[in-house]
């Protein structure tokens, strides 16, 4: 057995004054490996006052995006050999940039403001609508690989600098990863309307290509390339 | 979406190719002036002068110092509305730095255009 040390932001608004590092201790098998949830759920066994969200326990719903020892990830898929070898202090912190409920618990409403903003819908003005369904061709959907499997789990937003700032006007990698999934899906006809939409200096223009998002996202998506995708519709149209 | 559209162009997309296009502008007077520095030999007053006094270069000069202008404008606009979160002061300092490069903008009008050869 060895003795794993973990940290983790505490706050509750109700009783605490100001947020606090909390440190806790837990006896883990030699030369096994665990993911961060696991520990999570062990620490809330010693202190069931820990909040945290999880859901699926696989990287699937996007509930439980965390700040451990400095990179956004979801814990559940997070093992701790991969938090600087599994050795040293394991720190543990809300996502970055949202306001804290309670805990490791963020409060993601403005992060799902920028998402309803860019319209995640299938819009399309077609008079007469097909009998059964709209087809794709197997290239028209190719399109959209990349771009779907989105899980929303805030990592790569609450990671971007241009995000902190201005959470309200910048939409975010994540809202803007799913607007070019809306623009380039062939069924879609509010091209034109979406773009409009995206022409101001915050909503798209506010990312400098950091690529922060790309470095966290879990599900191994590129939201900068499709920001440039959009970006390139924007010129083109422009000019 | 946003309303607050843009600071000098008409549109986010219209910012964003100025800010670029001038950028290539000064780039390309830096690198024409350095490369000027290093191949003048000697650098004697006689072959400075008579580099302004050219209407190309006099143009040249003008159009780096309005990329200045439009590459400040902009560029000071989108680090203002990151980091300086009350209204009041980040007016006040595009303020001060729009006043600044406009003055340069003129100063360099008068400095090189009454430039002549010897
Ligand atoms: S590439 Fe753009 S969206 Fe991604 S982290 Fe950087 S600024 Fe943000
Ligand atoms: S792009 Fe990746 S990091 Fe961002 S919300 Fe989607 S799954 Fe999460
Ligand atoms: S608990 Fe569902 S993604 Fe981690």
Partial sequence: MKTLKISVYRYNPDVDNAPYMKDYTLEVEEGRDMMVLDVLLKLKEQDPTLAFRRSCREGVCGSDGLNMNGKNGLACITPLSALNGGSKKVVIRPLPGLPVIRDLIVDMSQFYKQYEKIKPYLINDDKTPPARERLQSPEERAKLDGLYECILCACCSTSCPSFWWNPDKFVGPAGLLHAYRFLIDSRDTATEQRLDDLDDAFSVFRCHGIMNCVNVCPKGLNPTKAIGHIKSMLLNRAI | ?118
């Fill in chain 2, 1 to 118: 979406m946003v309303k607050v559209a843009s600071t000098f162009g008409r549109s986010g997309t219209h910012d964003y190719i100025l800010i670029r296009a001038s950028a290539i502008i000064m780039a390309l007077y830096a690198i024409f002036l350095m490369s000027f520095f290093v191949t003048a030999e000697p650098l004697t007053y006689a072959a400075w002068t008579n580099l302004f006094a050219s209407l190309g270069m006099k143009i040249f000069t003008m159009l780096a110092l309005t990329s200045v202008l439009i590459h400040g404008w902009i560029g000071i606009w989108q680090v203002l509305t990151d980091y300086v979160k009350h209204s009041g002061l980040r007016a006040f300092i595009q303020f001060v730095v729009c006043v600044a490069l406009m003055a340069y903008w003129l100063a360099g009008l008068l400095v090189v255009w009454p430039v002549e050869g010897v």
